[in-house]
C-alpha cells in the first residue's frame, strides 16, 4: 500500500447559511410589532432604503392588553357554545386610525398612572426609622436586591464582606426591613415570608409559626394527618391554622410591582362573510419600502472599489428585506387559511369543536417544512368570532373517539375543566368519574389521561378538592 498526498477535485452540494438568508428565516417568526422595529432600524441603517407613502397619515393598528386577550380567552372557555356567532361578532375588520386617533391612542397609553416602584415604597419608609448613615446604606443595598416577587436570596456573608461591615449587623438592618410594609418584604423564600407575617399578624399563634416552620410541605400535600399527629392537635384544628395561612401573602412585592402594560396586536383577523371566511393581514399600518433612486443610479457610475462594494452591498440586503416581508405576509396568508380548512368547525362553532392538528399537517399541505410552519406561528396572535388566540393554539394532539376518530386534546382539556367547575364541592368527580362521563360523550380515555391532563390545568385530585372546599367560607 503506498502512502502519500495528492490532490482531487470534488464537486459536492451544500447550503450556506448567508446573512441575507438568515435576516429572512428570522422574519417569519417576527410579530408584527417586531418587524416594525425590524423595519424602523434597516430603515436607519441601510440608506438604499426609503419608505413610501409619508404624505399619508399614518396608521395604528387596534391595541388589545395582553391581559384582556387573557381575561376574555378565559370567559371564552367559560361561554356555552351555543351562542349564534352572528350575536356576538363584533368585528367589521381590520381597524386603522388616522392621525388623531394615534395620537389619541398613544396619549392614552403615555398617561397611564405610573405606580410608584417596590425599591422607592421601601425607601421611603426606612427614612421615617431611626438609623446611622451606614446602616441606611446598608438598608438601601438590601432594598435594591430584592427581587420582583418580593425575596432577597443572595448570601449576606457575601454582601457584609463587599460593603465592609459585619453581617451581624446587616442581618439587623434586614430584620427592620422585613416588618416594613408588605409584611415579610425581603426574606428568602416563601416560607420564611409566611412565618415573618404570621409572627408580625398572629404573635400569640405559637402553633401557626411552627406549622409554618415545619410542616409547610405537608400543608402543600394537604397531609393533615401527619400534621395533626406531630402537632398533637385535630385534623380540624390543623384546617383552622392552614384558614389563617390563607390570609397571609406568599409573594410580599405583588401589590407594590410598577407593571408595564403589554399590548397585543392581532397579526391576522378572520371574518366570515356569506359563509366564506375572509383573512386579513393586518400590516396596513407597517411601512411600505422601496429602494432610493438617487443610490441606485450611483451603482451604473464610476466609483471607487470599497463605494461600490458598499452601495452594492446594501442594495442587495434592501432587495432582500423586501422581498422577506412579502414572502412572510404570503407565507402567513396561507398557513392561516391551512388551518381554517382544517378547523373549520372551530371558526364556526367555537371552543369545544377544535381538532386535534399538528405541524406536519399543515406542513405537507402546502408543501413547506415544518420548521417554516413553527416559526410563521410562532409569536403571532389570530382575532376570531371566539376571541384571540395565538397561532400555535390550533396545533394539538388527540385521543381517540368511540367512532374511531380523534377528539382534541385541548377540547378535552375543556371538557375536563368544566366538569370540574360545575361539580359539587363537597362531593368531587374522582378520575374514574371523568372517565366514565366521557365515555357517555363518545370518548375513549384512560384515567391516567385525566390525570395527566388535569395536571396540566393544575387540577388538584378529588380529594384534595374536597378539603380545600372545606376551608372556603
Same mark, same amino acid.
Given at each position: 500500500m503506498k502512502l502519500g498526498n495528492s490532490l482531487s477535485q470534488?464537486?459536492?452540494?451544500?447550503?450556506?447559511?448567508?446573512?441575507?438568508?438568515?435576516?429572512?428565516?428570522?422574519?417569519?417568526?417576527?410579530?408584527?410589532?417586531?418587524?416594525?422595529?425590524?423595519?424602523?432600524?434597516?430603515?436607519? /441603517?441601510?440608506?438604499?432604503?426609503? /419608505?413610501?407613502?409619508l404624505d399619508e397619515k399614518p396608521k395604528m393598528p387596534e391595541l388589545f392588553s395582553y391581559e384582556e386577550v387573557k381575561r376574555i380567552e378565559k370567559l371564552n372557555h367559560e361561554k356555552s357554545t351555543d351562542v349564534n356567532w352572528q350575536e356576538t361578532y363584533s368585528i367589521e375588520g381590520p381597524r386603522t386610525y388616522n392621525q388623531e386617533a394615534s395620537d389619541r391612542n398613544q396619549k392614552y397609553i403615555e398617561s397611564t398612572t405610573k405606580t410608584e416602584s417596590l425599591e422607592e415604597h421601601l425607601l421611603g419608609q426606612l427614612r421615617l426609622i431611626r438609623l446611622t448613615g451606614s446602616e441606611f446604606e446598608m438598608g438601601e443595598v438590601l432594598i435594591s436586591m430584592i427581587d420582583e416577587k418580593g425575596f432577597l436570596n443572595h448570601d449576606l456573608s457575601e454582601i457584609a464582606k463587599e460593603m465592609g461591615y459585619s453581617e451581624v449587623r446587616l442581618r439587623k438592618v434586614l430584620r427592620l426591613i422585613n416588618e416594613l410594609d408588605?409584611?415579610?418584604?425581603?426574606?428568602?423564600?416563601?416560607?420564611e415570608?409566611?412565618?415573618?407575617?404570621?409572627?408580625?399578624?398572629?404573635?400569640?399563634?405559637?402553633?401557626?409559626?411552627?406549622?409554618?416552620? /415545619?410542616?409547610?410541605?405537608?400543608?402543600?400535600?394537604?397531609?393533615?394527618?401527619?400534621?395533626a399527629k406531630n402537632l398533637r392537635i385535630t385534623e380540624d384544628e390543623v384546617s383552622q391554622l392552614a384558614r389563617f395561612i390563607k390570609?397571609?401573602?406568599?409573594y410580599p412585592a405583588t401589590l407594590y410591582q410598577g407593571k408595564k402594560t403589554d399590548y397585543v396586536v392581532p397579526d391576522v383577523v378572520v371574518k366570515e362573510i356569506g359563509g366564506e371566511f375572509n383573512i386579513f393581514i393586518n400590516d396596513e399600518w407597517l411601512p411600505k419600502l422601496a429602494i432610493q433612486d438617487e443610490y441606485k443610479e450611483l451603482l451604473n457610475t464610476k466609483l471607487p472599489a470599497t463605494d461600490k462594494e458598499y452601495f452594492q452591498t446594501k442594495f442587495s440586503s434592501a432587495q432582500w428585506l423586501i422581498r422577506s416581508i412579502q414572502q412572510r405576509r404570503q407565507t402567513l396568508q396561507r398557513v392561516v387559511s391551512s388551518i381554517i380548512d382544517f378547523q373549520v368547525d372551530f371558526f364556526r362553532g367555537g371552543i369545544t369543536h377544535i381538532k386535534p392538528l399538528t405541524l406536519k399537517e399543515i406542513a405537507e399541505k402546502l408543501s413547506l417544512h415544518e420548521s417554516t410552519i413553527s416559526r410563521i406561528t410562532t409569536n403571532k396572535y389570530i382575532q376570531t368570532t371566539w376571541g384571540i388566540f395565538e397561532l400555535k393554539w390550533f396545533f394539538s394532539s388527540g385521543v381517540k373517539s368511540m367512532e374511531g376518530g380523534k377528539e382534541s386534546s385541548k377540547k378535552i382539556h375543556e371538557i375536563i375543566r368544566n366538569l370540574v367547575k360545575a361539580e359539587d364541592d363537597t362531593n368531587p368527580l374522582s378520575d374514574q368519574d371523568i372517565v366514565d362521563i366521557m365515555e357517555k360523550k363518545g370518548i375513549e380515555i384512560a384515567r391516567r389521561t385525566v390525570a395527566k391532563y388535569r395536571k396540566v390545568l393544575k387540577i388538584l385530585p378529588s380529594n384534595q378538592r374536597k378539603r380545600i372546599s372545606s376551608l372556603k367560607g
Open positions: 470534488r464537486q459536492t452540494q451544500r447550503l450556506v447559511m448567508t446573512h441575507d438568508l438568515r435576516q429572512s428565516i428570522e422574519l417569519l417568526s417576527l410579530s408584527t410589532l417586531e418587524l416594525s422595529d425590524k423595519i424602523q432600524n434597516e430603515l436607519m /441603517e441601510n440608506p438604499m432604503l426609503d /419608505e413610501i407613502g408588605p409584611i415579610g418584604i425581603g426574606a428568602k423564600d416563601i416560607q415570608t409566611l412565618l415573618i407575617q404570621a409572627r408580625i399578624l398572629f404573635p400569640e399563634n405559637i402553633l401557626l409559626h411552627k406549622l409554618i416552620d /415545619e410542616f409547610l410541605n405537608d400543608l402543600e400535600k394537604i397531609d393533615y394527618k401527619k400534621i390570609k397571609l401573602e406568599p
